[in-house]
Each structure stands twice: as C-alpha cells, then as structure tokens.
C-alpha cells in the first residue's frame, strides 16, 4: 500500500517582506497549513518542505538575505525532509521524486505559496509524474495578479487600481478549475484534518 505525502511549498518569510504581501489572502497561511501538517503527522504520512531559493539575486529569495526560512510557528520534525528549489515547481531542481519514491509515496498532498504559481506547478507536475495529486485550496496563498503588461514594475496601489487585475480570489478560482479533474483533486481542510475552519 502507498504513502502520502504532505508537500509543504514555499511558506517562507521572504513572502511577507514583499510589498505585495498585504493583498495575501489567507495571511494565515502558516496556522491554516500547521492544521495540515498535524493530521498528516497523525496518520503517520510523510510532510516534505520545501524552500524557494535565488542565490546571488540580493533579493528576498536570496539565502544570504536571511529571509528563506519557514514561517515562525512551522517546524519541521526530524527525519522530515527539508529541500531548496530554484524552478517553480518543486520536482525539476530537486531529489523530491527520489525521496518519495524512498518512501513508497504514491498521493501527495500539495500546500503553500503561491497558489497559481509553485503549489499549482508542482500538482501538475506531480500528476504526469504519476502521482495522485491532492490540492488544498484553503491551505494555498496567494495574491491579486497584476495584469502581464504591468507586472513588474507595478506599485501595490497600481495593481489596485487597474481594472484587469484578478483578485486572490479569482486566481485561486482559475487554479481550480484548470487542476480539477485533470491534474488533481480538489479538497477542503475540514475533509483532510476533521477540524472546522475557524473563519
């Protein structure tokens, strides 16, 4: 019989010294994944962590900056893998095909930030890998999307303004629809730990 993997992507500090962090939609990230992280330990599942690094970037992803460190209040046990990624899936860079095919994993669980971006990424790398894929929305972060054209040079109040900005809400909505029933199935933290949500 496979194991599950819980796939606790990018719940790093390096997100909340970014101007953008104040359009986060579930600044709670770290308690909602935390609740994850318990149930997972409960059932004896593996939890895998995973950090995004860009070294030499002087940015907040940068290891030398001192912000690619989890969120307080996460902390992995012993034993529980810790891997740095520099793509934005959490596969092409690492040996975490290697460390769930050590461990006879054959679901993982995938939270984290962001969203659309490295949660959503490594589902569907996941799924043609041949893994079955479970997404927690809920347990996934993210933020209002700047439109293409903007992106990079935009203030959070610009972003604001403009009117082909998606909301976190939207973006998170867009993931589900192109991750369900393709890449991954689509579940709720009350489904995954047995505990209501405190809204």
């Keep these: 019989m496979s194991r599950t993997a819980l796939i606790v992507i ?8 970014r101007p953008n962090w104040q359009l986060v939609n579930h600044p709670d990230i770290a308690e909602r994944v935390d609740r994850l992280v318990r149930a997972a330990r409960d059932k004896g599942d593996l939890v ?59 679901e993982i669980v995938v939270c984290g930030i962001r969203t659309e971006q490295c949660c959503e990424t490594t589902a569907r790398v996941g799924s043609d890998l041949g893994y079955d894929v479970v997404f927690v929305t809920e347990a996934t972060a993210t933020m209002a999307l ?17 009117p082909r900005t998606l909301t976190a809400e939207q973006v998170a909505e867009r993931t589900e629809y192109a991750l369900a029933g393709r890449f991954a199935t689509i579940r709720t933290l009350d489904e995954l730990t047995g505990v209501p949500v405190s809204s």
């Design 146 to 162: 700047a439109h293409w054209s903007i992106r990079d040079e935009a203030s959070v109040e610009e972003i604001l303004a403009d």
């Design 10 to 17: 990018d719940v790093q500090e390096s997100f909340r010294v």
């Design 48 to 106: 895998v962590w995973v950090l995004h690094t860009e070294p030499g970037t002087g940015g907040a992803f940068d290891p030398a900056e001192g912000q690619v460190r989890l969120i307080d209040g996460l902390e992995p046990l012993p034993g529980e893998p810790v891997v740095t990624k520099t793509s934005h899936n959490a596969f092409t860079t690492t040996n975490l095909q290697q460390l769930l095919t050590q461990h006879g994993v054959g």
